[in-house]
């Protein structure tokens, strides 16, 4: 028995391909893509939004959309264009998205594209902060074995993040937490049966610290549980 479900695409301009938008419209798929900005789409959106801020002492966004067709196209689109002002900045920043949904406003479908999975990040930050893809054995077991470990440590630090740190710290980068965290200097000392790390008093990441090792010690009966 089929079930009925609404699929909505959701891409980068790396998506931007008249052969996937054939291919969803055909499969009645839903999709929001983003296009990468040139001179055609900027002359069509001149009509709909500012180049220039009336005030540039204020952010503002400003939505629009209209019909558009790329030479590599066989028919007219919906295009989206999201006008962004930031203080400081002389001229409006422009992004836009196509889409083949026709009911949705500018703003609803701008916010749907935004919430598209950030896999690359995950994967970026496994290469960057992890080295996940240091492959310089000329042995395959050993290349498996870096790349397994590298896993191992980006899990557990994830895992910390989501469970010790605050939540408007867990995204938070490796390297970050390297600076703030683990690199740091201090002196391990036992007492009583007790390890105690004697941090510098000028360390000014010492609150921080603190706080993440009492978030760690409340997870402690759920470890051991």
């Not at 009336?54 to 006008?83: C, P, T």
């Not at 440590?153 to 867990?170: C, V």
Request: glycine share 4%; aromatic share 10%; proline share 3%.
């Amino acid at each position: 028995m089929p079930f009925d479900v609404q699929l909505i695409l959701r891409g980068d301009s790396g998506f931007a391909t008249p052969e996937l938008y054939t291919l969803c419209e055909f499969y009645d798929v839903k999709y929001v893509i983003r296009l990468k900005r040139n001179a055609a789409l900027d002359q069509l959106a001149d009509e709909f939004t500012p180049v220039v801020p009336k005030h540039f002492d204020q952010n503002s966004v400003i939505y629009g959309e209209f019909n558009y067709a790329a030479k590599s196209w066989s028919i007219n689109r919906r295009v989206l264009v999201k006008s962004t002002h930031q203080v400081g900045e002389l001229f409006f920043e422009r992004q836009y998205v196509v889409t083949n949904m026709t009911e949705a406003g500018v703003k609803l479908l701008y916010l749907a594209y935004q919430k598209r999975g950030a896999m690359e990040n995950l994967i970026k930050e496994s290469k960057a902060g992890f080295f996940m893809d240091k492959t310089n054995s000329h042995s395959f077991t050993a290349n498996a074995a870096r790349a397994t470990i590298s896993g191992i440590a980006y899990n557990l630090i994830a895992l910390m993040k989501l469970m010790a740190l605050p939540k408007e710290q867990r995204n938070t980068t490796i390297s970050t937490l390297r600076f703030q965290i683990f690199h740091v200097a201090g002196k391990l000392a036992r007492h009583a049966g007790k390890i105690i790390i004697h941090l510098a008093q000028s360390n000014v990441f010492s609150q921080q610290i603190e706080a993440l090792l009492a978030n760690i010690h409340t997870l402690s009966p759920l470890v051991t549980n």
